[in-house]
Structures are given as structure tokens and as C-alpha cells.
């Protein structure tokens, strides 16, 4: 198959002969102006106000977690959680290579060191295997703890992430982290309306997080939230996500370290707006993902499907090329023709900043790295 070929195809879903076909544009259709206007005509723009709390409720329900937490955004979500998950300074985080560089970074804002595992050839993330084989090799039990051999430094967490709303292995990835007692938290920033076996990705681990950026499947321009089963979790990420304040009509005292990462009412309102809409957004997504697998189905692109047993949300449709000349004029021409495709992020081990933390082989996510690109997912107008 030969780039214009994907090009054609790709004018025709958009219903857009020429002009530019973004690779995710945001989609408000809904109450986004009535509930924005709301903030305004009642001045509560800020961080205290109706629709952050309802915003917190209808995560609630939509991910059937106990608790949620609206953030700034995913990063701080990020952040907020390892710190929950008890990762303190110069302690390890270990996480998958193929990712958005905030995985990473999330681990440098809590002071601790990234070190990075292989992906799954079907799920694109954290492969139980590589995980399970890492710890074997590199790590050392010493009572309940883990640490690193090579520097003596505690594992404190695992942090895998659901790539572009295709949900991992992650049931296995718990597994294997409850038998050496490190907690999980999942960085589902990509993937909500993305689950595994019915249960929403984000609820597997002790916390997960969401980011609602504005090229995400529901965006409020920024936002994140973080989903927890466990209440002292939730009560004390609340707390810190709000400055650490002891509740006093007038009296300002903290008492430790808090942070100021709760979302504006402004966000919320748009978020509230656009997750009323989200069954039908993944009902549009779900069926552009098929056309795209019925256009690829019998070619030499390999098509990125939800893995068996799962449910995707089909964020970012992505496919995998033969090898990374292919891959280079895919997105060159495409690009040229106007079509928004991008490769998948540079590994984060050839990132300055994360050059000499510690990795396994990444074999297969240097074979993605060469290889996928991603295609234009966003909701087709009049199809919602
Ligand atoms: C995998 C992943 N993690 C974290 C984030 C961070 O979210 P945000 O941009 O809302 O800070 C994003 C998205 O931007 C992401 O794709």
C-alpha cells in the first residue's frame, strides 16, 4: 500500500477534499458554552466550585472507582499519585520507555529516578515479562522491600501507561508487583473509555491517572484527575492537591508540603460538558478505528487492534509500517498532502535527561519507535 493510497482514504472519512486533517482536534457539541458561561455569571472561575465537584462525581461513575480527583492536569495527577504511592526522594520508579515524556517527568517531580522496561509487540505497553525479568535480574528482596543492585536505591513503584487508549497487560503487571509488595500506579492518561475484561484501565492499580489536554478523546483545555479505591488516598491527595490546609473558616495553617494542583471550576465546567458526551465519542472513534482496520485488513500495514479480552478507545489510531524508510515516507507524504501523521515519541533512554538511567533491552520498543505513526482519530462531525 502506497502512501496516497492512505491519503485518499483518509480525505474520504473526513469528508475534507483539501485543507488541513489534524491528527486529534478537539469536539464540543454539547453544553461546553452554557456551562463556561456558569463560571463566569457566577465568578466562581477558580479552584473552589459546582462543577469540580461534579466533575469528581462523574468519574466516579464512569470509571466505577470510589474516589477521583480533579488536577490541572495529567502530569500533576502524575506527580500527586507517586507521592500517594509512598515515592520518595532518589528512590526508583520503573516504568516503560515507550511513553509520553511526562511518564517519565512525573518521577523526576517527585524527586526519584526512572528505569525502563520493554512494551508488549500486541498492547504497545509494559510488558509483564519484561517487568517480571527485570525485577529478577536487577533487583534484590531484602525483608518487604526491593531495591536496585547495581545502586542500592528502593523501588518504590511501577508505572506503566495504556499507549494511545490500547489497554495492557495490566491485571499480569499488578500481579507481578504485588509478589515483590511494589505498588502500581497506571498512567491512563491516553485511555479513559478504554477497558479490561469491563473493569475501566486506571482502576487496577492502588491509584490511576487521566489527563484532558486538549488533543485527549474529552478535553477541558487542561485537566487531569486521579481515581483510587482506597479512601485515605483520596482524602490525603485532596488535601495536598489543595495547599495542605487544616480546614479553618479564616486561619491559614499547613502543615506539610501541599501543592496548588486542584482544577479550576473553569476546566471543570468544559470537562462536565464533554463527558457527557464521551459514550458517543467512543461510539464515533470505536467505528472510524473499524474503518481503518477494514481499509488495512489483507495490506502490508499492520493496524494497531485492542488486544483480545479488552476494549479500546481507539485514542490515536496508529499502524505499524515494515521498517523505518517506509515509515519516514508515510510521514513525509502524508504530512505533505496536509494529513496530520506523527511518529511515536523518542524513546525516553535517549532523552539527556533520562540517557543513563537504567533499562532492559527495549527490543520491541525500538522496533516501534522505527515503525508506527499515528493517523487522524478525531470525532467526525455529523457522525455523533
Ligand atoms: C501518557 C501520558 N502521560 C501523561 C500525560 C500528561 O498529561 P497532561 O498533558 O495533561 O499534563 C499525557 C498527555 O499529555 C500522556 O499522553
Known amino acids: 500500500m502506497e502512501p496516497h493510497d492512505v491519503v485518499n482514504f483518509v480525505r474520504e472519512l473526513y469528508n475534507s477534499p483539501e485543507g488541513f486533517i489534524p491528527l486529534h482536534a478537539p469536539y464540543f457539541g454539547g453544553n461546553e458554552k452554557k456551562y463556561v458561561l456558569d463560571t463566569i455569571e457566577s465568578t466562581f472561575v477558580s479552584s473552589v466550585g459546582a462543577y469540580v465537584?461534579?466533575?469528581?462525581?462523574?468519574?466516579?461513575?464512569?470509571?466505577?472507582?470510589?474516589?477521583?480527583?480533579?488536577?490541572?492536569?495529567?502530569?500533576?495527577?502524575?506527580?500527586?499519585?507517586?507521592?500517594?504511592?509512598?515515592?520518595?526522594?532518589?528512590?526508583?520508579?520503573?516504568?516503560?520507555?515507550?511513553?509520553?515524556?511526562?511518564?517519565?517527568?512525573?518521577?523526576?517531580?517527585a524527586g526519584a529516578v526512572p528505569a525502563f522496561v520493554d512494551v508488549d509487540l500486541d498492547t504497545m505497553g509494559m510488558s509483564p515479562e519484561a517487568l517480571e525479568d527485570f525485577l529478577k535480574e536487577r533487583a534484590i528482596v531484602k525483608g518487604t522491600q526491593v531495591y536496585l543492585k547495581s545502586t542500592g536505591q528502593r523501588i518504590a513503584a511501577v508505572l506503566p501507561m495504556h499507549t494511545f487508549g490500547l489497554p495492557l497487560r495490566i491485571e499480569k503487571v499488578v500481579e507481578i508487583s504485588n509478589r515483590y509488595n511494589i505498588p502500581v500506579v497506571e498512567d491512563a492518561a491516553e485511555s479513559i473509555g478504554s477497558y479490561v475484561g469491563g473493569v475501566h484501565t486506571g482502576n487496577f492499580g492502588c491509584i490511576g491517572t487521566f489527563s484532558f489536554n486538549g488533543n485527549k478523546t474529552v478535553t477541558c483545555g487542561g485537566g487531569g484527575a486521579l481515581i483510587t479505591n482506597d479512601e485515605s488516598i483520596a482524602k490525603h491527595a485532596k488535601y495536598v492537591s489543595t495547599t495542605a490546609k487544616r480546614p479553618h473558616p479564616y486561619l491559614f495553617f499547613h502543615d506539610e508540603v501541599g501543592y496548588n494542583y486542584r482544577m479550576p471550576n473553569l476546566n471543570a465546567a468544559l470537562a462536565c460538558a464533554q463527558l457527557e458526551q464521551l459514550e458517543k465519542f467512543l461510539a464515533v472513534k470505536r467505528n472510524l478505528a473499524q474503518k481503518y482496520i477494514d481499509f488495512f485488513e489483507g495490506s502490508d500495514i499492520r493496524f494497531m487492534k485492542e488486544p483480545k479480552g479488552t476494549k479500546s478507545n481507539y485514542w490515536l489510531n496508529t499502524i505499524q509500517l515494515k521498517d523505518l524508510e517506509a515509515r519516514n515516507l508515510f510521514l513525509q507524504e502524508m504530512n505533505k498532502a496536509d494529513i496530520m501523521t506523527r511518529p511515536v515519541w523518542t524513546l525516553m533512554t535517549k532523552l539527556p535527561m533520562y540517557a543513563n538511567c537504567e533499562h532492559d533491552e527495549l527490543t520491541n520498543s525500538s522496533l516501534f519507535e522505527e515503525r508506527i505513526?499515528?493517523?487522524?482519530?478525531?470525532?467526525?462531525?455529523?457522525?455523533?
Open 53 to 109: 465537584d461534579r466533575f469528581e462525581e462523574m468519574m466516579k461513575q464512569i470509571t466505577n472507582a470510589k474516589y477521583a480527583i480533579a488536577t490541572v492536569n495529567g502530569t500533576t495527577a502524575l506527580h500527586l499519585a507517586l507521592l500517594m504511592a509512598g515515592v520518595k526522594r532518589d528512590e526508583v520508579v520503573i516504568t516503560q520507555a515507550l511513553t509520553f515524556v511526562a511518564t517519565a517527568n512525573s518521577i523526576a517531580h
Open 373 to 384: 505513526i499515528n493517523l487522524p482519530s478525531s470525532v467526525i462531525k455529523n457522525q455523533e
